[in-house]
């Protein structure tokens, strides 16, 4: 929205004073990124103290730290000078809500033989930040056993600004028996500027069991009566 910065006279004059001012950039940015100010001049007529000068802050949807611009007056036309406050710094406070994290529930089938394949967990943000976003994760036996169905994970995502995708990949142990679905858990902890409220915190991975069920047979037999 439209905001102004106040510049006063500590007194009135009797003939006009004009002094400009200009627009520096900080954290916040111009050119209509995080606001927009073009550099001028006010001019006080006789007996005026009072004068303003107009700026738009640009509302957007991303969360975000708090950023800074400055004002500063310079030249001056008539009979005044430049007082103790000069520059003037302008904080523009976020009203952004911070993103939610979320983790999906993937599911996988073993395969059979020897070896291993892999199972990934994918985290994502409701929305782009403007702030790094951090979140540790880490795995937990269910019905699969760390270091016998998987293998045991664990570790920091970071998302810088702007990013709203990673994922997590999660060993899973190849065998021949014959067997339920198994689960495990990935849960997301100590995550940094996020709103947790809505935020899906843990995620189940299932492992499918794709081997062939064993055959029952029974032989025959031939035996005397006596």
């Not at 709203?164 to 060993?171: A, F, L, N, W």
């Amino acid at each position: 929205g439209t905001s102004t910065i106040t510049v006063q006279l500590n007194r009135a004059s009797q003939k006009p004073i004009s002094v400009a001012y200009n627009f520096a950039e900080g954290t916040a940015l111009g050119a209509g990124i995080d606001y927009s100010g073009v550099n001028g001049t006010v001019s006080f007529a006789a007996g005026e103290t009072l004068k303003t000068i107009p700026y738009t802050v640009i509302n957007d949807s991303t969360n975000e730290v708090s950023e800074s611009l400055t004002v500063s007056l310079g030249a001056i036309t008539g009979d005044a000078s430049l007082g103790s406050i000069g520059t003037t710094v302008v904080t523009i406070t976020d009203n952004d809500a911070a993103p939610t994290l979320s983790i999906n529930s993937p599911s996988i089938s073993e395969g059979t033989g020897a070896g291993t394949t892999t199972l990934i967990f994918t985290v994502t943000l409701s929305a782009a930040s403007g702030q790094t976003i951090t979140a540790n994760y880490a795995t937990a036996s269910g019905t699969a056993t760390s270091g016998t169905d998987f293998t045991a994970a664990n570790g920091t995502l970071i998302f810088s600004p702007g990013e709203t995708s990673k994922t997590i990949t999660v060993t899973i142990t190849r065998e021949s028996l014959s067997e339920s679905a198994e689960t495990f858990t990935v849960t997301l902890s100590g995550a940094t500027n996020i709103t947790t409220s809505g935020s899906t915190l843990v995620g189940t991975g299932t492992i499918s069991d794709d081997d062939t069920l064993p055959t029952l047979s029974i032989s025959s037999a031939t035996i005397n009566e006596a």
